[in-house]
């Protein structure tokens, strides 16, 4: 006769089907936190990619308002419509992103609300403000490549394309032929 009480199998059972339910649920609250937390990755990265694409859109518009005006001779738009226009784009920024890309966002920022400004140029004597106007305008894209810069290096976005993936390759070394041979066609009727 056997030395296993009656009781003891069903309680070995109870235990393993209790150690079993625990460790499904740690599994599971595993990978719902890796869920998340790659979502909120990607969300945040969304959120701070438009952000920059909006305020890149939105330097864009402002500075071919100032060279449109400039080239029909008429006087810039005020520096309270270029931060009416540019700041709903600019105040995310701010708040998303890093320091590097947010010091290069203010300095465009600051760039084109000069030009926004008043262009007598007060104190200096001999520089007329037409010229000190295309100056500063000749800047801009210089700045805005800063910026761009900063941002494709805080996104982690390369230049250059990603590698291509190698094709397939069957037992023998050759690269199989990733396209259908067409069936050959036959003037039986079906049936």
Request: proline letters at 8%; charged letters at 20%; a positive charge.
């Amino acid at each position: 006769m056997s030395q296993i009480p009656w009781w003891g199998l069903p309680l070995v059972a109870v235990v393993f089907a209790f150690a079993g339910a625990v460790v499904a649920q740690l599994v599971s609250a595993r990978n719902n936190d890796l869920l998340s937390r790659k979502r909120r990755t990607r969300q945040w990265y969304d959120e701070r990619r438009d952000a920059y694409v909006q305020l890149l859109a939105a330097f864009e518009r402002a500075t071919y308002r100032l060279r449109a005006a400039y080239e029909a001779g008429d006087k810039p738009p005020s520096a309270i419509a270029y931060i009416d226009q540019v700041g709903p784009a600019l105040m995310p920024v701010r708040l998303l992103a890093s320091g590097p890309v947010r010091s290069a966002a203010l300095a465009v920022h600051l760039q084109l609300e000069r030009l926004h400004g008043d262009m007598n140029p007060a104190g200096v004597v001999g520089v007329e403000p037409r010229t000190h106007f295309r100056e500063l305008i000749a800047q801009v894209p210089l700045v805005m490549q800063q910026f761009e810069a900063a941002v494709r290096d805080e996104l982690g976005i390369a230049n250059t394309p990603p590698e291509a993936i190698p094709a397939a390759k069957n037992g023998s070394g050759r690269i199989r032929a990733m396209r259908r041979v067409p069936a050959a066609k036959t003037d039986k009727p079906v049936g």
